[in-house]
């Protein structure tokens, strides 16, 4: 079992950036790939960005391609996702994520998932 919570949503202005956390539980964090996704009301989840178990590959949506940046603390037991050049586009509550075979985009390959986070962009 992995325990996953989100922190560092809120409200930031088109432009800012915002560091979102995930911190996991148990000592098999290095065991899994992980992932940040998004919900905007009335949308469904999407994928964001992902990154594999060894920290090597990492993957993003077109969307954030160049704006976010997905990092993970081995020590830490921690995922982290730098958000710069925030959009309004951008507000939804973001999702953090682990599984096995996670480390990319589809979002089946996650078996374990935090309650979100916040995030609200003003225009």
């Known amino acids: 079992q992995v325990q996953l919570v989100e922190s560092g949503g809120g409200l930031v202005q088109a432009g800012g950036s915002l560091r979102l956390s995930c911190a996991a539980s148990?000592?098999?964090?290095?065991?899994?790939?992980l992932g940040w996704f998004r919900q905007a009301p009335g949308k469904e989840r999407e994928f964001v960005a992902a990154?594999?178990?060894?920290?090597?590959?990492?993957y993003y949506s077109d969307s954030v391609k160049g704006r976010f940046t997905i990092s993970r603390d081995y020590a830490q037991n921690t995922v982290y996702l730098q958000m710069n050049s925030l959009k309004p586009e951008d507000a939804a509550v973001y999702y953090c994520?682990?599984?096995?075979?996670?480390?990319?985009?589809?979002?089946?390959?996650?078996?374990?998932w935090g309650q979100g986070t916040q995030v609200t962009v003003s225009s």
């Open positions: 994520a682990a599984g096995y075979f996670g480390g990319s985009s589809p979002q089946t390959e996650y078996d374990y």
């Open positions: 990154i594999s178990r060894s920290g090597g590959s990492t």
């Open positions: 148990g000592r098999t964090f290095s065991r899994y790939g």
